[in-house]
């Protein structure tokens, strides 16, 4: 008895101590979703107590709290800080549940990422899909360093472009089913509204799909989540478009259970930084949702961004020592004003219709239907015009391009080294002009008073798509998350050229001017000899269907020192090619339904992450993904025939990683070290060739199958806050990204007479493996570095410099000229001539010069009554430095021989060609909100 009432008094003892012990705790939510915010540093001012909230948002301190009047202050990256007094008596508790935090409205991300997804990632050049426009959101200092200070130099995150990670908005998945990558501009300048953003990065689990290597990034545009309000911006830039404006009103949840968004912008201007590049893009976008009762609501979503843009032309290194890395061959001179011939048209409106049902206090089940529709354009010239004479095709015009290879110095120079007044004629027409002829395409098309021999067409793309998916969320305990999904995608997509334009004439006859027999010309045997006019469709003409039924599992469980998730995944994908023209190079297997395709996918991923002490933190994060290869590359020339890639396969894909973070109120540092390997790969171009298989020439598709990639490196991101005003910001990307295998090499072309005197049979030849194991990929700098400060006054304005250095960019490598067909010559033997010495020179991969550039922002805000004003300026490249952002050998010189004579001249005539970075640009943002 006496030990149990010891045992009992020691028990009240300790209550009555614990029940006298100071404590101050709370909780910390987002102020626009009210969802819990983790990792917000808490800090007692004037003493060195801090500690991190957790995944709920809340924190506590129960050793050493300071008696007396005391002011707590909250921070984190990415929201604005706030500070609270508090009066802190002995034995008593100071509870401050749900203080909120407010994000940045001035933090250089929330602004930069206007041009970032405009610009940047809505080109056309695979050098250009270099960043997830998704990385703005991220408040990990590395990933905003890449998205906001790597971009303009077409970096690359682990040199994986932008279809490795997903994008969703309100749950539905937006990556293109053709090549898998966003289509940025489908929601491009609708910024206010897309603020709303949740991320994850590499493998690390997600509540809305099982997402990539990249990973996901859901935009968030439910009406009753967004931050009630108006704001009107205008912003003016040298960039792509010169000029923007936006409004945009946010309701809230209004007292009839109703809330509404509704955003209008438009972006224009004549000319972007390049020559000609002329920009219009109209965006509007609505959201409607009712909150039917408490378990059950609906929101609908309308957005139509329409926009039309100029291309730029890449270009061979005399081109830009002739000119300036501003000049774009795509345009000329016409009634006084620029006109480019390269212009990309999109038109896709986005309807989402999404249902948000409480089963109850533990379980949600968010079901999504979405429908996308519309067109995709890309205008070209055409010159091969032609007239039946005799009943065969004769005529077309010559090459219009003001940069055809014939036209140059060193083309002159080449095949005419004994009058060298040829050479210098072209050195000084280009110089003088250089650029499109169109009056003396007119002329060309008037006089010859017959069909058209030049005309202006679009490559449309006319997709039609329905996504239905389901997405699941209940939590077991305070522990245990479990999310599982099920989705459907089904798209129509119709593929065809159009005639735009037939400057000045009103007919063209729609066949192949190169083909050898009358039957091969035919673009359509249905329709021999067809006679098109402006607004016909012509050349090419068919349909691709795909459907892909999907399903994901994946359990998320959280502890005080450890966190793991296990995920899962599987995909069923179907695509079938179905031609509406029969095309006479391929007559038995272009019209009509061809086979179905049918790929099975699945991946599985986990990883967890150990919380050593609130400063110190370990991640780890595998995965092992199979996926179907894109329809861009499945169909060797789908414009032609139904044929697909030899061997064609899932894609197989390994990546780990893993990371060490430091957290401090001062230093904030994330280290990750990672490995990804791409296998069983294709990837499918178009060129023209000399040299195949001796010395025939022929426009080929070439196709490579089974390639291996490795990806691996470090990133390391560190900021360090070492004044209330000063922050001091790093970051280094250090990674060797490059082929891992021999892939193996086809080449197809229309199976005329000089195609089989090269070999081909039935239009196809295989040239077995392509040496590339070794080589660099094109991916962008390998390696990149930052450093920079910034400093926030107390009085609301703001400024920051980085110093940002690149090395380790390379060519993209030409497949051909690094098989057998190197140097091999019609007989089947080795090149007499060939010398392994001088070969290897020749196939050594350029390496570009490594560069700097210095990049300047700021901003200021007022409060004036109710509004706030905002206003952000950034200078990108203050140095005005000149460098090469990405290029591409030129297969043209497809063997030994070709690329000798080619490269023996000071200036190639067929050099590569390459992608410049901007020179200084600026960006200027003035925002009112009420």
Do not use: C
């Amino acid at each position: 008895m006496s030990k149990i009432s010891l045992i009992f008094l020691l028990g009240i003892f300790s209550m009555s101590l614990f029940a006298q012990q100071t404590l101050v705790k709370g909780s910390v939510k987002d102020a626009l979703s009210f969802e819990p915010v983790e990792g917000v540093t808490i800090t007692i001012e004037e003493t060195d107590l801090y500690l991190l909230t957790d995944a709920n948002g809340e924190f506590l301190f129960n050793k050493n709290v300071p008696l007396g009047e005391q002011i707590l202050r909250i921070s984190k990256t990415g929201y604005i800080s706030k500070r609270f007094p508090i009066v802190v008596n002995e034995g008593k508790t100071v509870n401050i549940t749900d203080m909120t935090l407010d994000r940045d409205a001035s933090d250089a991300g929330d602004l930069f990422v206007i041009t970032l997804s405009d610009d940047e990632l809505n080109d056309d050049t695979s050098g250009a899909d270099n960043i997830s426009g998704l990385l703005a959101s991220s408040l990990d200092v590395f990933q905003r360093t890449a998205a906001f200070e790597f971009s303009s130099s077409f970096f690359r995150v682990r040199g994986l472009d932008s279809k490795n990670g997903s994008i969703l908005i309100n749950g539905i998945e937006m990556n293109k089913v053709y090549n898998g990558r966003p289509q940025w501009s489908n929601w491009g300048g609708l910024n206010d509204v897309l603020r709303n953003q949740e991320l994850t990065s590499g493998l690390t689990p997600s509540n809305y799909n099982f997402g990539g290597v990249l990973g996901t990034t859901n935009i968030n545009v439910r009406a009753s989540e967004a931050r009630p309000g108006s704001r009107i911006t205008y912003s003016s830039s040298n960039r792509s478009y010169t000029n923007r404006i936006m409004g945009t009103y946010i309701s809230g949840l209004l007292k009839n259970n109703w809330a509404y968004m509704v955003s209008v912008g438009r972006r224009w201007g004549n000319e972007g930084y390049q020559d000609a590049t002329s920009y219009s893009s109209n965006s509007f976008f609505t959201s409607v949702e009712k909150k039917i009762n408490d378990k059950h609501s609906l929101n609908l979503t309308a957005i139509y961004t329409p926009n039309r843009r100029g291309k730029s032309s890449p270009n061979t290194q005399e081109i830009y020592d002739l000119k300036d890395i501003k000049y774009n061959e795509y345009w000329g001179w016409q009634d006084g004003e620029k006109r480019n011939s390269r212009i990309k048209e999109v038109n896709e409106p986005i309807i989402m219709l999404n249902h948000y049902w409480e089963l109850n206090n533990k379980m949600k089940l968010n079901t999504n239907v979405g429908y996308q529709f519309g067109k995709l354009g890309n205008s070209r010239l055409d010159y091969n015009g032609t007239d039946l004479i005799d009943g065969f095709p004769q005529g077309g015009g010559a090459n219009p391009s003001p940069t055809y290879y014939q036209k140059l110095p060193s083309y002159a120079e080449r095949n005419f080294p004994d009058d060298l007044g040829n050479a210098y004629k072209a050195l000084k027409a280009f110089e003088n002009d250089g650029q499109i002829d169109w009056n003396a395409m007119y002329r060309a098309n008037i006089g010859n008073g017959k069909n058209a021999i030049y005309a202006l067409y679009e490559d449309r793309v006319d997709d039609r798509q329905i996504t239905v998916n389901s997405i699941l969320t209940e939590e077991i305990n305070d522990n245990i998350i479990l999310n599982a999904g099920i989705n459907y995608k089904s798209l129509k997509s119709e593929n065809f050229a159009q005639v735009i334009d037939l400057l000045g004439a009103s007919t063209y006859l729609d066949i192949d001017g190169f083909a050898t027999t009358i039957d091969e010309a035919q673009n359509d045997l249905l329709n021999p000899n067809r006679i098109v006019g402006e607004g016909d469709k012509f050349k090419y003409h068919y349909n691709i269907f795909a459907n892909e039924l999907s399903a994901y599992a994946q359990a998320q469980f959280s502890y005080k020192k450890i966190d793991f998730y296990v995920s899962g995944s599987v995909k069923n994908t179907t695509y079938q090619r179905e031609g509406i023209y029969q095309n006479g190079g391929f007559p038995d297997s272009s019209l009509d339904k061809g086979n179905e395709l049918i790929f099975t996918g699945y991946g599985a991923k986990s990883g967890f992450t150990y919380k050593l002490t609130g400063k110190h933190v370990f991640d780890f994060n595998a995965g092992y993904i199979l996926r179907a290869p894109s329809i861009q590359n499945t169909f060797s020339n789908s414009r032609e025939n139904h044929n697909i890639v030899p061997n064609v396969s899932e894609e197989n894909i390994t990546s780990v990683d893993a990371s060490y973070v430091f957290r401090s109120p001062i230093v904030k540092a994330k280290l990750t070290g990672y490995y990804t390997k791409i296998s069983d790969a294709s990837e499918i171009s178009f060129f023209f060739a000399d040299g195949i298989g001796g010395d025939n020439t022929a426009f080929v598709q070439e196709i490579l199958q089974g390639i291996d990639k490795k990806h691996f490196g470090a990133e390391l991101g560190i900021e360090a806050q070492v004044t209330p005003t000063i922050k001091l910001k790093g970051a280094a990307a250090v990674g060797q990204f490059t082929y891992d295998n021999n892939p193996n090499l086809f080449l197809s072309t229309e199976p005329d007479d000089e195609a089989i005197a090269a070999g081909f049979v039935d239009g196809f030849k295989d040239f077995g493996q392509s040496k590339l194991k070794g080589y660099k990929l094109a991916s962008g700098p390998q390696s990149a570095y930052s450093v920079g400060f910034e400093y926030r006054d107390p009085d609301y304005w703001w400024f920051g410099a980085t110093a940002n250095f690149f090395a380790n960019t390379y060519v993209d490598v030409s497949p051909l000229t690094r098989s057998t067909n190197f140097n091999t010559d019609f007989d089947g033997n080795v090149f007499n001539d060939y010398d392994e010495d001088l070969a290897r020179e020749l196939l050594k991969q350029e390496r570009f010069d490594d560069y700097m550039s210095v990049n300047l922002i700021g901003g200021k805000s007022w409060k004036i009554g109710k509004y706030y004003v905002g206003f952000f300026a950034s200078i990108n490249n203050l140095l005005d430095e000149i460098y090469k952002t990405g290029g591409f050998e030129q297969g043209r010189n497809a063997n030994y021989r070709e690329l000798r004579d080619d490269k023996a001249l000071d200036t190639p005539v067929f050099g590569s060609k390459y992608w410049y970075g901007r020179g200084t640009t600026y960006f200027l943002n003035l925002n009112v909100r009420f």
